[in-house]
């Protein structure tokens, strides 16, 4: 366990260390959102910087708090006076050393002994895993930018010990989520979390866990998105937010968007979000509700949310009104899995035509002649390769790729198996086909010819007549019911994956008038959005307002 840490302590490279730095403007914001101001006598509160880094929240955290101690004490401090106000973490060995050295240097230029300042550093800061290092007490401030680092970057033995202790690390969630759990066990009665991270955990699926415990004990106070602007030093492919998470019973969130990144646009937005005068702010919304269980956050205006959940109480979702959503499948080596139909050389009973996301492009399926082995019977087992010499000499040719994948590796009898089962069956289902990212709802019918690719996501049905079940999909109405779920990817596009797709409400096939039926299957067939708009408007009993409202939500 020791050498998995130093691995890290010593790595090079700031991807491996999961580091990105904070803007100074973005950091003196989230000072003050988060209440450690120098007005405050901070000597008597307790700060925790869990990954400082080079100091970016660090360094101006210990001159407000040493602003603080002139105004209310009106002279210098000794070590023991301030040894106990922060405590602030740091794996990686070189820049602890030198973030340690300029602190140092910092405090004897603010009047501190030299005498003083090297053993109150010492105190202050550690070298060591802040997931795994003991801390003692609470604190009433845990603010900072925790650090990016993929679960594929950790050492095995570590990432095994952090996941026996934090119940958040859950899926593929990155490091920085067991990173807010410690933080908000850590907090004292009244203590407020103040951080910059990525927003994802806020509504896929791996933020699940910590959903729900932050809304169990805490209170989402404030909810910046700061996506599409320059918070940090260098450009980066995170989509960050501002979260002040308070221990406490669960209350309004105060949330601005996009702000601008000056220290006096800040300053002024600070005072916006920290006071509870809702009617004369323009910059800033006010939403109740949002941290519900595990739920993904709804983080529009009350509104919004007042409406998807009218919505959700009157009407059932997707799946539980008979239809099922699915993935296609994924091959782990699609070009050894992949070809033209036509020059596969394999039994005909052992390929299938494929259709992707490019096969869809138009709105209308436009097969473009791929094909996939099929290496599974009907029942779901694979096929035995000496049945079909045609099948085996091709997957033969090409074993180094095919055994090469982690799942042939872990199970070699199986090598030649597709990462997902194929069901020759769903070929011959109609369906509804989504592909994964897009701007606009793509929801494309599909007769029943070919088998869908992973990078689509497929609707069959039993009860719903699936073109009057497109025409829900393509409306206003869906797109604004993945908006407010789905986590937004740069240019405004969305990901429409199934857990999302889920979310849909619908009313019962059998709840729907003739009429009605006709009047959506028609308005599907044509693509006419504002028909199907029109439509669906009637069939949930909303005004042209209702969806207006929802459609501002999914362009916010």
Known sequence: MREAINQLAAGDGIEARGAVFTKPEVVNFILDLSGYKATSDLSQLRMLEPSFGGGDFLIPAIKRLLGSWRIHKSRNPTRMELQDSIVAFELHKKTFEDTRDAIRELLTQEGITEKDAGPLVDKWLQNDDYLLAPIDGRFDFVVGNPPYVRQELIPAPLLREYRSRFSTLYDRADIYIPFIERSLGLL?????????????????????PLRKLVSGDYHLKIYVDMSDTQAFQSDVTAYPAITIIERGTPGPTHIARHPVITQEALEALAVELTTDNHGTKERVRFASGITNDSDPWL?????????????????????????????????????????????????????????RTRDIASGEVGWLGKGIVNPFKDDGG???LSEYPRLNRYLEARRPIISGRHCAQKNPRNWYRTIDRITPSLLRKPKLLVPDIKGQSHIVYEDGRFYPHHNLYYIVSEEWDLRSLQAVLLSSLSRAFISVYSTKMRGGFLRFQAQYLRRIRIPEWSSLSDSMKMALADAAVSRDIAACDEAVCTLFGLSLDDLDSLEMTATR
């Open 382 to 384: 694979l096929v035995d």
């Open 299 to 355: 983080l529009s205006g009350s509104s919004q949310i007042e409406l998807i959940r009218r919505l959700e109480e009157k009407f059932p979702t997707l799946e539980e009104a008979g239809c099922k959503v699915g993935i296609g499948v994924a091959t782990g080596a699609d070009r050894a899995f992949i070809a033209d139909y036509e020059k596969l050389d394999v039994e005909d009973d052992r390929k299938l035509p494929l259709v």
């Open 188 to 208: 004292g009665p009244s203590g407020v979390l103040g951080f910059i991270c990525a927003d994802r955990w806020m509504k896929n699926k791996y933020g699940g």
